[in-house]
Nanobody, 125 residues
Framework: QVQLVESGGGLVQAGGSLRLSCAAS????????MAWFRQAPGKEREFVAG???????YYADSVKGRFTISRDNAKNTVYLQMNGLNTEDTAVYHC???????????????????WGQGTQVTVSS
């Protein structure tokens, strides 16, 4: 059974930074794509950033240039460094496990089979 546990959320002022972590249990972490999604109140869950097994990365336009996704396969962990936060980034952030052995980033929710419980990020103005 795979478990994903996010941490690092919190309250930050606009312009500030946070670093989210997602620790994964289970085998063969390095062979799976991983991604971060977020869901703001009253809105649908949306793709934020993803990274493949080979390190290929894709960002949503709304976070490009401000967020950085990375992974440490030795620690079974994926990170999301968030800089230049604004109030529109307020949401619950979830990490998710994507397709195995895929070299292209998947951005659709249906392509991710395991999800973390989420960590709240609140940006104040």
């Amino acid at each position: 059974q795979v478990q994903l546990v996010e941490s690092g959320g919190g309250l930050v002022q606009a312009g500030g930074s946070l670093r989210l972590s997602c620790a994964a249990s289970g085998r063969s972490f390095s062979s799976y794509s991983m991604a971060w999604f977020r869901q703001a109140p009253g809105k649908e869950r949306e793709f934020v950033a993803g990274i493949t097994l080979s390190g290929r990365i894709y960002y949503a336009d709304s976070v490009k240039g401000r967020f950085t996704i990375s992974r440490d396969n030795a620690k079974n962990t994926v990170y999301l460094q968030m800089n230049g936060l604004n109030t529109e980034d307020t949401a619950v952030y979830h990490c998710a496990r994507g397709p195995q052995w895929r070299t292209q980033i998947a951005t659709g929710l249906a392509e991710y089979d395991y999800w973390g419980q989420g960590t709240q990020v609140t940006v104040s103005s």
